[in-house]
């Protein structure tokens, strides 16, 4: 078992390899997030990005390397063990149960939690935070707009409190103003302190909040970059991130 260390990285993921059946999508992917970081992970389709999120919060089993949770394997926990541990999976298209309601769908990022007190504590955070979702509680999820659902899968991934939040592509689908919105909510949480890992087509939007940028291409890191030293690199952004 690794012996976890106190200076350790809050997330390490060491030379995982995996997929999907046969099929490898990941090729020895390694990274890390310190505590209170945001990180980015950019690249074109294909790349691998959501196969290392799902790798990282249990979705899949990596076939080969190790994921560190505070410099402890974390290999063979459940997504519900992991996210007990601290780290929350928002998944791409958002995924809020349509047919529920808003405040429903919030109770549902709670359901570790035995405490109704602490749940309703937490929904008024998550209120405060996000005051359309306030004025929408009692409304379909379904009924929402493309970035109010967004919100809203954000704000039940928050309910858990997690030490660490993944994001995965949190402005697809949506306008470039409700884009903006959004990364602004996504730079609100991490000024509290949440970590945050995101995956995230528009480079522009990433590395405005993030302070490192890993590029991935068919499932390997080719460049690990601080984000303003990328945003001056013309050429691994046109190579690789299409401009």
């Not at 402005?171 to 903006?180: D, E, N, Q, V, Y």
């Not at 995956?199 to 939007?205: C, G, I, K, R, T």
């Not at 030293?229 to 691994?236: A, H, K, V």
Request: glycine residues 10%.
């Amino acid at each position: 078992m690794t012996t976890p260390s106190s200076d350790a990285p809050l997330l390490s993921v060491e030379q995982v390899v995996a997929g999907y059946g046969n099929l490898t999508a990941l090729h020895g992917i390694s990274l890390h997030v310190n505590k209170g970081e945001v990180v980015a992970i950019l690249g074109a389709n294909g790349a691998g990005k959501s196969t290392t999120l799902r790798a990282i919060s249990g979705l899949i089993k990596p076939t080969s390397g190790v994921v560190l949770w505070k410099g402890r394997n974390i290999e063979g926990r459940t997504p519900a063990n992991i996210l007990k541990l601290g780290l929350a999976h928002c998944p791409e298209e958002r995924h809020v149960w349509p047919e529920m309601s808003v405040e429903e769908n919030l109770e549902l990022g709670a359901y570790l939690l035995k405490s109704k007190a602490e749940v309703e504590r937490r929904k008024g955070i998550a209120f405060h935070r996000f005051p359309r979702l306030k004025e929408r509680a009692g409304q379909l999820a379904g009924t929402l707009s493309g970035g109010e659902q967004q919100m809203l899968a954000i704000a039940r991934a928050l309910m858990s409190e997690p030490e660490l939040l993944i994001l995965d592509e949190p402005s697809l689908g949506l306008s470039p103003k409700m884009a903006l919105e959004v990364f602004e909510v996504i730079r609100e949480i991490s000024g509290h302190g949440v970590s945050i890992l995101v995956v995230e087509q528009n480079v522009h939007n990433a590395l405005s909040i993030a302070s490192r940028a890993y590029v991935l291409e068919t499932g390997c890191v080719i460049a690990e970059k601080e984000s303003q030293s990328l945003l001056n690199d013309p050429d691994l952004l046109s190579a690789y991130l299409g401009g």
